[in-house]
Nanobody, 122 residues
Framework: QLQLVESGGGLEQPGGSLRLSCAVS????????RRWYRQAPGKERELVAA???????NYTDSVKGRFTISRDNAKNTVYLQMNSLKPEDTAVYYC????????????????WGQGTLVTVSS
């Protein structure tokens, strides 16, 4: 069974830091682009950061210089290091990956984590 399990969310003060993790488990042949999204109450979901299988990264303007996306291929895990947190970063954060799953012939799937809540408040 293919799963994405997120962890690392919680309550942090403005200016503080959190690190989110998203681990893929199951029968995976290859992982392609990995992304972090977030959705605040009453707002649309937005892309926060992405990393390709080749290591290229991209960030939304509001988090550039504060957030860093990285990966550990041996653990099939992607991370989002969040520094200098602001109240407007408060949201449920979701990871998403495109994968080739199962055994040959592989199935190309978009898979989502369950979400982890980040609250930034003094």
């Amino acid at each position: 069974q293919l799963q994405l399990v997120e962890s690392g969310g919680g309550l942090e003060q403005p200016g503080g830091s959190l690190r989110l993790s998203c681990a893929v488990s199951g029968s995976i042949f290859k992982i392609y682009v990995r992304r972090w999204y977030r959705q605040a109450p009453g707002k649309e979901r937005e892309l926060v950061a992405a990393i390709t299988s080749g290591g290229s990264t991209n960030y939304t303007d509001s988090v550039k210089g504060r957030f860093t996306i990285s990966r550990d291929n041996a653990k099939n895990t992607v991370y989002l290091q969040m520094n200098s947190l602001k109240p407007e970063d408060t949201a449920v954060y979701y990871c998403k990956s495109w994968v080739l799953a199962g055994t040959a012939p592989y199935r190309y799937l978009e898979v989502w984590g369950q979400g982890t809540l980040v609250t930034v408040s003094s």
